[in-house]
């Protein structure tokens, strides 16, 4: 299967892996931005700097893409979490529907589409509250549930 990218002109920088040991582009993480330009042949991204004066390059991987729903005020982004119908659902793409946006989220289990009237939640990072996992101690596994 081909691996597809969705991207806007818009982003939360949510990390400074390229870089970090630059101080203005460290201080740039959590800062929703511009897009000055994006590279898909090493997978960079340069966004603008708050005043638009200079643009900073980053991995990919150390943005988030944002959408145009909103909640509490906040862009909600490709790759957040948003409770909708009393689950949360993880943000994979959106679209415009009469002047309002229609998030697109998915489990395991099904996707659905949403207005961004209905989140009644919004969390950039996901959570790992309930992750299985096997932690191995002394060479031997054990299974545990992260709280």
């Not at 959590?30 to 708050?50: A, H, M, P, R």
Request: proline letters at 3%; aromatic letters at 10%.
């Amino acid at each position: 299967m081909k691996n597809i990218t969705i991207e806007t002109n818009w982003v939360r920088v949510i990390g400074n892996t390229r870089n970090p040991e630059i101080k203005e582009i460290n201080e740039m993480v959590g800062l929703e931005s511009d897009v000055f330009t994006s590279d898909y042949y090493d997978d960079t991204i340069c966004v603008w700097n708050k005043d638009k004066t200079r643009a900073h390059c980053f991995n990919k991987t150390d943005v988030r893409f944002l959408t145009a729903g909103m909640h509490n005020e906040e862009y909600i982004a490709i790759g957040d979490e948003v409770l909708a119908v009393g689950e949360w659902r993880k943000v994979f793409g959106f679209y415009m529907y009469d002047n309002e946006a229609m998030l697109q989220t998915g489990t395991l289990e099904a996707t659905q589409n949403f207005p961004e009237s209905s989140i009644r939640d919004h969390r950039t990072e996901p959570s790992l509250s309930g992750t299985q996992v096997t932690v191995t101690i002394d060479g031997k596994d054990y299974p545990a549930t992260v709280n």
